[in-house]
């Protein structure tokens, strides 16, 4: 992005406000309960887009191995096929499983080292983006509030939580998650509504 003055400053300030503003928005119609809570499926769809993003930003990196040091690779180390090359980016980084990164401390400290630096990073990307996100949320509540922003009753309050509750049995059985079944889910709709409605 490129600036070419305090008023172009301004006009993309506020474009980027919009833009959020748009986003919270999006965020309050399709998580359930959100900003005050955000469900895990919803927080891991919303962390792979920001590491997405991260990686865009900071794009991952060619290193070479030399005696089990890891350097940033020279165009010599790339073209001398001898050389062990690895690239290590948030895909490679977040490969890993918790335990697996946890191992790595003792078996390679210095591949653990690179690693835990992005991990720490993302991290902290990640947290800040989803607070940038509940803040945004936030103030739209606030400005709704004794407008057009209306409590909504139980059947309406049920209404969303089933429709958020649809995709995410939706996510989970694509996962392999057992418990999830979208036909059982279904019927169990229709029979709460079917008595709820008598």
């Not at 965020?27 to 865009?56: C, H, Q």
């Not at 990164?101 to 993302?122: M, S, W, Y």
């Not at 309050?157 to 279904?186: C, P, W």
Request: hydrophobic fraction near 35%.
């Amino acid at each position: 992005m490129t600036i070419s003055s305090l008023k172009d400053l301004g006009y993309q300030q506020a474009k980027t406000g919009d833009s959020l503003e748009t986003q919270a928005q999006f965020a309050l119609d399709n998580i359930t309960g959100f900003p005050e809570d955000v469900p895990s499926e919803a927080k891991d769809a919303l962390y792979d887009g920001y590491r997405m993003r991260y990686s865009e930003r900071k794009p991952s990196t060619m290193y070479a191995v030399i005696n089990d040091h890891y350097v940033i690779a020279t165009d010599e180390h790339i073209k001398n096929k001898k050389i062990e090359k690895i690239e290590i980016g948030v895909a490679y980084a977040f490969a890993y499983s918790s335990q697996e990164f946890g191992k790595l401390k003792n078996t390679n400290p210095a591949l653990h080292g690179i690693i835990k630096v992005i991990r720490d990073d993302v991290a902290d990307y990640c947290s800040n983006r989803l607070g940038d996100l509940k803040r945004a949320a936030k103030r739209l509540i606030t400005k709704s509030d004794g407008a057009s922003r209306t409590t909504l009753d139980f059947a309406q309050s049920m209404l969303k939580a089933f429709e958020a509750q649809e995709k995410s049995v939706k996510i989970k059985q694509a996962k392999g998650d057992t418990t999830a079944d979208t036909a059982k889910f279904g019927l169990a709709v229709k029979a709460f509504w079917t008595t709820y409605n008598k």
